[in-house]
C-alpha cells in the first residue's frame, strides 16, 4: 500500500474527529446519552420507540446532512465507494455486509461510535474490549486479505 503525500489531508481528518468528539460531549453533557449510532437508530425504529424520538431523529438528520453539505462544499472524503458487478451481486454484497454489521453491533452491546468514541472516554472495560475485538478483527481481515489472498 503507498500513500499519497500529495493528496493526505490530516486537517480535515482532524475537524472531523474534533467535530464528532464536541457533538458526543454536548450529548452527554446536555441529555446525558451515549452517542452510539446503533443505539440511536434502534431505539428510533424499536417496536415501541422512545419518548425522546425527536433528538433521536435530529441527531441522525445532523449526520446526513453534514455529509450532504460536505459533499456539496466539495470537502476531501476518505475514499471512493468499492464498484460492484451489475446484477444481483451489486445488492447482494452490501447487504449482507450491513447485516453482519448489525448483527455485530447487537452481539457486541453497541457499535463502533459507542465504544469507540463514548465508551473509552468513559473509561468502560466493556467498550475496551469490544474495541479491541473490531480492532483485531480489522487487523487480522486486512492481512488476510492483502498478503494471503493477493487482493
Known amino acids: 500500500m503507498n500513500v499519497d503525500w500529495f493528496a493526505f489531508t490530516p486537517w480535515s481528518a ?3 474527529g474534533a467535530l464528532i468528539g ?3 460531549a454536548l450529548l452527554a453533557l446536555g441529555l446525558g446519552r451515549v452517542a452510539g449510532i446503533s443505539g440511536i437508530l434502534g431505539q428510533l425504529l424499536a417496536e415501541r420507540p422512545a419518548r ?3 433528538w433521536r431523529f435530529f441527531f441522525l438528520l445532523g449526520l446526513v446532512a453534514t455529509a450532504g453539505a460536505g459533499a456539496l462544499l466539495g470537502l476531501p472524503v476518505a475514499g471512493e465507494a468499492p464498484v460492484l458487478r451489475e446484477g444481483a451481486a451489486a445488492w447482494a ?3 449482507v455486509a450491513g447485516l453482519l454489521v448489525g448483527f455485530g453491533s447487537r452481539l457486541g452491546g453497541g457499535c463502533a461510535s459507542g465504544h469507540g468514541v463514548c465508551g473509552l472516554a468513559r473509561l ?4 475496551l474490549a469490544a474495541v479491541a475485538g473490531f480492532m483485531g478483527t480489522g487487523f487480522v481481515t486486512v492481512f488476510v486479505v492483502r498478503h494471503l489472498l493477493g487482493g
Open 14 to 16: 482532524l475537524a472531523g
Open 124 to 127: 468502560s472495560p466493556r467498550s
Open 52 to 54: 425522546d424520538g425527536a
Open 22 to 24: 464536541l457533538a458526543a
Open 93 to 95: 454484497v452490501p447487504v
